[in-house]
């Protein structure tokens, strides 16, 4: 290839015209030019971009031929920040310095620097505590090192507080005042002494059998010590609270509570009586009384005039037997036995008196043969009382088989038929009877009185 000369105005025009035709407005160098020249398309059958191209560097890079490009993204690689104290006019700086390392991309690849100062607070400043907060340092200030806060003293009284002493304590009776305040030391005041009284009791009037006691002590204005102090004793008998005398006049439990007395009249105890009255079925009750006057009568027994009532007074009637046998003749007055033939038996009686009440037993004696059969009946009054329940045998009979007998109650006068208390023994003219029941018991023993025996032997 020659070299052509040409004018640089003219290259310049010419440059002028492709960066117009290739779209760029910069001033381009002749290499550029003769690029930017090739990059025009004229006509049909252009360039075809391929492949990619890496953009590594800022400026004005050609990507005609390429398909795609890749860009790197710029940006900050590290930062450096530094502190520094010094002196400037007699004021302590604190100097903070920032640097910051730039890489390449669409950033401008270098360093960027700044610093700022800030009032800085000397190691080894004190403050001295105050009442009001305090602010340390502040807005724009650093601290170089410790800062030490002195300590309050222990003798140290703010000063809204008042410093107080035993002098400032006051005693208004039994109240120690202690105003509010510092007190450096323990306070006390002394409290005046008083005087323990030696209580006493008063005894009031008697007021409806009761009276009011009392009691009452004085003391001297102060301090007085704990403790029990006992006074004279005012005593109040039961002869002070009662009065009057209460008229007894009925028997019974009875309220004395408020008098001093009881009046109780005098009974007078009567002599008791009994009345016999009519004999019916061979029976006759016998009814005891007795009148007493009110009052308080002495305990004990009073026998009064006994009213007799005699077998012979119960029975009556006759009846005659022909032939042997046995026959209730309780309430016969006399049985006639008129048995003919049998050989020859003779009838006899007997007597007797028993000394000993309630005996288990009498005996006849003197009997002239053993007896076939008998008949006892008693012929002694008996007397009703009701103040004893004793049975005696009235009446046992012998049939020459069995025993019957009669029996008497003497608090109620009546009679009882009895068959199994009864028996009889016979020895050499001796016929002893005997009652099974004992003394004083159903079914009879013997009255002290007489006995009659009528036996056939």
């Not at 075809?48 to 860009?71: C, E, K, L, R, S």
């Not at 509570?257 to 061979?282: C, D, L, Q, R, W």
Request: charged share 10%; glycine share 12%.
């Amino acid at each position: 290839m020659s070299n052509v000369l040409v004018e640089k105005n003219k290259l310049d025009v010419l440059a002028n015209a492709i960066a117009g035709k290739s779209g760029e407005s910069l001033k381009l160098t002749l290499d550029e030019m003769v690029e930017a020249v090739d990059g025009i398309e004229t006509g049909g059958g252009g360039i075809t971009p391929t492949g990619n191209i890496d953009i590594t560097q800022a400026g004005v890079t050609d990507v005609t031929n390429y398909a795609t490009a890749t860009v790197e993204e710029g940006g900050i690689e590290s930062v450096n920040v530094s502190l520094q104290y010094y002196t400037q006019n007699n004021a302590r700086i604190a100097r903070v310095t920032g640097e910051a390392m730039v890489g390449r991309g669409w950033s401008a690849e270098g360093s960027a620097m700044t610093s700022k100062d800030y009032n800085a607070i000397p190691t080894g400043t004190t403050v001295t505590p105050t009442e009001s907060a305090q602010t340390i340092g502040g807005a724009n200030t650093m601290m170089e090192g410790a800062v030490t806060v002195s300590a309050i003293p222990s003798n140290y009284v703010g000063s809204g507080i008042t410093q107080r002493s035993s002098t400032d304590l006051t005693v208004s009776g039994a109240t120690v005042t202690a105003p509010s305040g510092y007190y450096s030391a323990s306070a006390s005041k002394s409290v005046a002494s008083g005087t323990a009284g030696t209580p006493t009791a008063t005894k009031g009037t008697v007021s409806n059998h009761s009276v009011s006691v009392t009691p009452s002590v004085t003391n001297t204005t102060g301090y007085i010590t704990g403790g029990t102090k006992s006074g004279t004793a005012v005593s109040v008998s039961a002869s002070e609270l009662v009065s009057g005398t209460l008229s007894v006049t009925s028997a019974g439990t009875k309220d004395v509570t408020n008098y001093a007395s009881a009046s109780i009249p005098s009974g007078t105890e009567g002599t008791p009586t009994a009345t016999k009255g009519t004999v019916t079925n061979h029976s006759v009750s016998v009814t005891p009384s007795v009148t007493n006057t009110s009052g308080f009568i002495s305990g004990g027994t009073k026998t009064g005039t006994a009213v007799t009532v005699s077998a012979s007074e119960l029975v009556s009637g006759s009846e005659t037997k022909t032939e042997n046998g046995t026959y209730d003749v309780t309430n016969l007055a006399e049985l006639v036995v008129n048995v003919s033939g049998g050989g020859t038996s003779t009838c006899d009686t007997e007597t007797m008196t028993n000394s000993n009440d309630q005996a288990t037993s009498i005996q006849f004696t003197g009997l002239s043969g053993q007896p076939k059969w008998f008949f006892v009946r008693c012929t002694s009054q008996l007397t009703r009382s009701s103040s004893y329940s004793y049975y005696y045998v009235t009446a046992v009979r012998y049939n020459g088989t069995n025993h019957y007998g009669n029996y008497w109650r003497r608090s109620n006068g009546g009679f009882y038929n009895d068959t199994t208390h009864y028996s009889h023994t016979y020895s050499n003219g001796t016929l002893t009877i005997s009652s099974s029941a004992s003394r004083g018991a159903a079914g009879g023993s013997f009255y002290n009185g007489g006995y009659e025996l009528v036996y056939v032997y």
